[in-house]
């Protein structure tokens, strides 16, 4: 059984991607979507989503990372995914899922499920772009409306040459508004010959367990989950094993926040000092009662000196 952490744009940075994978638990992280439009990027543009590129591709704790590319042409895509090779990438990912109105009405994400060719056009493209030894693999959605073409695109992306396949179990219209409709990935694991990943709404090893039994899945992504309970893939590994397991306590988790929170403060203006600290309270929110008086405090806050005595006050 394996686990992977969700490419969740403007979320998960490699900061982040390296604080939770080394927590444990993880088998995998996917980068933030790198847009492709006409142009081939340079090698500083990947660098910039992925600095584990300078370390074979692997978190500080030794985790994988994919390079996800998004875009609607299939040249382009090919040209950049040699270009991302070049700059270290072992494996490469494409973006069907991104349900941003910006992403769709630029000709990427989930409005390319309306046509399912094209996606078989693009994962050709890349596939037969790159050495045998990069794994291609791709995200998509249930569709962009509807359903009625789920089981078409999920083809398209085996048939077009991908070693692996991620399924976000909502349509682009769904956003992220629960239930995830686990049912269709079970039928679209039936149909495929590759590897099937399942994600959407596992909050918990309860919700992992019901999406196995559903799904008959033995891969997993995790994304706003995780971001809500951070040791939510070594709970689910546990619960897997039939380990005891103890949850992470809100002081572990200020300490982890903490520590996000220095490494990030560097890259930003004070201005926006502790912005990416106050996104990750939104989520945990969800499982820490503290969290959301964490919040309250230091909504309005900007100096890093009043911030970190916050971090000092909360711990």
Not at 81 to 92: E, H, K, L, M, N
Not at 301 to 307: H, I, K, S, V
Request: hydrophobic letters at 40%; a positive charge; proline letters at 7%.
């Amino acid at each position: 059984m394996q686990l992977f952490l969700a490419p969740m744009e403007g979320v998960v940075d490699h900061q982040v991607r390296d604080i939770l994978s080394a927590l444990g638990g993880l088998d995998g992280c996917v980068t933030e979507f790198i847009r492709v439009t006409q142009n081939t990027l340079p090698r500083r543009v990947f660098r910039r989503y992925a600095p584990e590129l300078d370390h074979q591709c692997l978190t500080p704790s030794g985790t994988p990372v994919k390079v996800q590319l998004l875009g609607g042409q299939p040249e382009p895509l090919a040209l950049n995914a040699q270009r991302a090779v070049r700059a270290g990438a072992t494996a490469i990912d494409l973006n069907f899922g991104c349900p941003a109105k910006t992403v769709n009405n630029s000709d990427g994400g989930a409005c390319l499920l309306r046509t399912p060719e094209r996606v078989y056009g693009i994962v050709a493209a890349v596939r037969a772009a790159l050495p045998a030894s990069i794994p291609v693999s791709a995200k998509i959605r249930l569709g962009f409306d509807d359903t009625s073409r789920y089981l078409e695109n999920a083809l398209a992306v085996a048939d077009a040459g991908a070693s692996e396949l991620t399924v976000h179990a909502r349509t682009k219209r769904d956003g992220y508004r629960p239930p995830a409709y686990w049912e269709y990935i079970a039928r679209i694991r039936e149909a495929l010959s590759i590897p099937v990943i399942a994600n959407g709404e596992i909050w918990s090893p309860e919700d992992w367990e019901r999406c196995r039994s559903v799904t008959g899945c033995d891969r997993f992504m995790l994304g706003r989950g995780l971001l809500a309970r951070p040791d939510l893939a070594r709970a689910i590994k546990a619960r897997f094993t039939g380990e005891a397991y103890t949850p992470m306590p809100w002081a572990e988790v200020c300490q982890l926040l903490h520590a996000y929170y220095r490494l990030s403060q560097p890259h930003y203006p004070t201005k926006h000092s502790g912005n990416r600290i106050k996104q990750w309270l939104m989520y945990l929110q969800r499982e820490y009662p503290q969290a959301a008086t964490f919040f309250e405090n230091i909504k309005r806050e900007r100096e890093p000196a009043r911030l970190e005595a916050a971090f000092r006050a909360a711990a």
